[in-house]
């Protein structure tokens, strides 16, 4: 697993309060996960913060599971 | 239409003296002080250092961390002190949640949330980065928001604010609404948090809370000669109220009879207490009145009693003005000589210092007392220093705060 990936799983084990075992790829953030709209919200706060991008909201509708936002970061963190 | 009677039937406490009913009451009864160096922040460059925290306190022992991390600390510590009273009332089985409500108080709310996140934007860019968190957390509803939701009670829900009269505010709302028929059943009281740089920084500004560093235990002295403010607390008090037939009919246990609710403003300054003391002659005539006795049916008076210089003496007179000589017969005390002083919340924790001095049958005492004060009148019996054994039939809880705000709930030992 990549380092952004870690970080990533890592953010959400501490965010939503999850085991590590649930943060699977295709896991999504408000089906699988207990995460609400506030939640999703301060998740793509914590990862602008830790991977020093701005993601535009327009982008960060389409950040819905553990893989895309991965996938998105790995693209973009600078 | 007949107002319906209504009874306490659940008690809730989170404070400096203990985090149970049981603890609480014990710190009372043995005139415990809460008072300690300040833990929450480094206080060493303010000019008080000391204040009554809940201690040991972790929210990890409550809350799982998604949950705690979505409260502020005010917060935590009403839904704490609520599911004490509630589990106490038996209030989540059999009964119609759609009547009953959440009636909180709080001065305050979320200062710590406000203060962290404001100090995080002013280190920054200017770029905002506000927590999607900050604004539901801060809001001081929150707190009668969170109790709603954690235990689904759909009654009337909100939140009154009046600094240091709030919780006490909430208590008259909440018997009011259950008097009038609009809910069965009302968890209230108050909390508060405000152990933060900008409360102890605020409170120092306004000269209004002790200094004494160098003896933090006996800081708060209400009614001593040397007394030199009000000592910071925090915690919460909670109170399940409850009409009468509603609790007979599931057969509740019943604390006490709550049988009166004066408000009143001193029209006179944001800050300092009317000399006159006129506003509180009227706070304490109107919940008489409301209550349907007389001065002389009033055992025990919890008075607001901060331990500041001008504000104990002006609720004395007052209390002399309206009681008479029966004033001798009365026993006084202030709780918050040990408690420190829980702003908002201090109405809900001295409501349930009220009631328990009716079930046990003993004053707490008002701590700390060394060197009569000239100026009150030395014939009044202040409980200094030791509890008192007395039979409790009416006690009667008084708090008042910034802005003028004055409110006396009034309760007594209950009888079929």
């Known amino acids: 697993m990549s380092e952004i990936a870690e970080k990533v799983k890592a953010i959400i084990i501490d965010k939503l309060g999850v085991e590590a075992s649930e943060v699977t790829p295709e896991a999504s953030f408000t089906n699988d996960l207990g995460a609400d709209s506030l939640d999703t919200v301060e998740l793509i706060m914590e990862f602008e913060k830790e991977f020093n991008v701005s993601i535009p909201d327009d982008q960060a509708e389409n950040i819905g599971t553990v893989g895309q936002a991965i996938s998105y970061l790995e693209e973009h963190a600078k | ?416």
């Open chain 2, 1 to 416: 239409m007949a107002f319906r009677r209504v009874v306490v039937t659940g008690l809730g406490a989170i404070t400096p003296l203990g985090s149970t009913v049981p603890a609480y009451w014990e710190g009372l009864r043995t005139g415990v002080s809460g008072a300690a160096p300040i833990t929450r922040f480094d206080a060493s460059k303010f000019k008080t250092r000391f204040a009554c925290e809940v201690k040991n306190y972790n929210p990890d022992d409550y809350f799982d961390r998604k949950e705690g991390r979505k409260m502020d600390l005010f917060t935590q510590f009403a839904v704490i002190a609520s599911d004490e009273a509630i589990q106490d009332a038996g209030l989540l089985e059999g009964v119609n949640k759609d009547r009953v409500g959440v009636i909180w108080g709080s001065g305050i709310g979320g200062l710590k949330t406000f203060q962290d996140e404001s100090f995080n934007f002013a280190k920054g860019d200017g770029t905002p980065r506000y927590n999607p968190f900050f604004i539901p957390k801060m809001i001081a509803d929150s707190s009668s928001g969170n109790i709603s939701i954690k235990n689904g009670f759909r009654g009337p829900n909100f939140v009154t604010t009046s600094a240091c009269a709030s919780s006490s505010d909430a208590i008259v709302a909440a018997y009011n609404y259950i008097r009038l028929g609009m809910a069965d059943a009302v968890v209230t009281g108050g909390s508060e948090a405000a152990i933060t740089e900008a409360g102890v920084g605020g409170f120092n500004a306004l000269k209004a809370m002790s200094e004494r560093n160098d003896d933090a235990l006996t800081a708060s002295r209400p009614y001593d000669k040397e007394r030199d403010g009000f000592v910071l607390g925090e915690g919460a008090g909670a109170l399940v109220l409850e009409a009468y037939e509603h609790a007979q009919a599931r057969g509740a246990k019943i604390y006490a009879e709550i049988i009166g609710g004066g408000l009143s403003s001193d029209a006179y300054h944001i800050t300092a207490p009317d000399p006159t003391g006129e506003g509180v002659v009227l706070v304490m005539q109107n919940a008489l009145r409301d209550a349907g006795i007389k001065p002389e049916d009033v055992d025990y008076i919890n008075t607001h009693g901060t331990s500041t210089p001008l504000g104990d003496g002006a609720e004395i007179k007052a209390i002399q003005k309206v009681f008479g000589e029966h004033a001798y017969n009365l026993n006084i005390s202030s709780t918050k000589s040990m408690t420190g002083h829980l702003l908002g919340g201090a109405g809900g924790i001295e409501a349930v210092a009220s009631i328990l001095a009716i079930q046990h049958g003993v004053i707490p005492p008002t701590i700390n007392h060394s060197t009569d004060d000239p100026e009150l009148d030395a014939r009044l019996n202040f409980t200094f220093n030791a509890a008192q054994t007395r039979e409790v039939n009416v006690a009667m809880s008084n708090t008042f705060g910034f802005g003028g705000h004055n409110t006396s709930v009034v309760f007594r030992r209950f009888q079929e």
